[in-house]
């Protein structure tokens, strides 16, 4: 199986600083739509609130031959963490900047997990200057490749 949907604007938006796995608590239809990848955590984020781990904001398709008991498509869903992760996480979370984003969701031993990322805002001249080195390695590749020619 592996990777379900991506979040291609975490790395791009922030500088992650640590990562870690978190189970997801999910109804019947939306483990069906997960296995039909339809899904988006582009504008997801997760927040620890009363001792508790959320993600909010992820978009799980309805399933298409669910009933009247069918998933809310945005609801909010409960991470699983150990209560040290959940203390550890809201700890870095209370400093200034600090955001827990998703970055991927993924099947492991038939669970889905959700890879979470602890980073900050990247500011705009930081977003530039990862564009300016991977322009440059995609030149020294392409000048390397013509050298071998």
Do not use: C
Not at 36 to 50: C, H, M, P, S
Not at 86 to 103: K, S
């Amino acid at each position: 199986m592996g990777d379900i949907v991506t979040n291609p604007k975490a790395r791009r938006d922030y500088l992650i600083l640590e990562t870690l796995e978190a189970g997801l608590v999910l109804h019947g239809t939306e483990v069906k739509s997960l296995r039909a990848g339809k899904a988006q955590i582009a504008d997801a984020f997760a927040r620890v609130e009363n001792g508790q781990a959320f993600l909010h904001n992820a978009h799980i398709d309805e399933y298409g031959w669910g009933n009247r008991q069918n998933h809310a498509p945005k609801g909010v869903r409960r991470l699983l963490l150990h209560r040290r992760e959940i203390l550890r996480l809201q700890a870095v979370m209370a400093q200034q900047g600090h955001a827990l984003i998703p970055l991927q969701l993924y099947w492991k031993n038939g669970k889905v997990k959700v890879a979470l990322g602890v980073g900050r805002s990247k500011a705009q001249y930081d977003k530039r200057e990862d564009l300016k080195r991977r322009e440059a390695d995609r030149e020294m590749k392409r000048a390397a490749l013509h050298r071998l020619r």
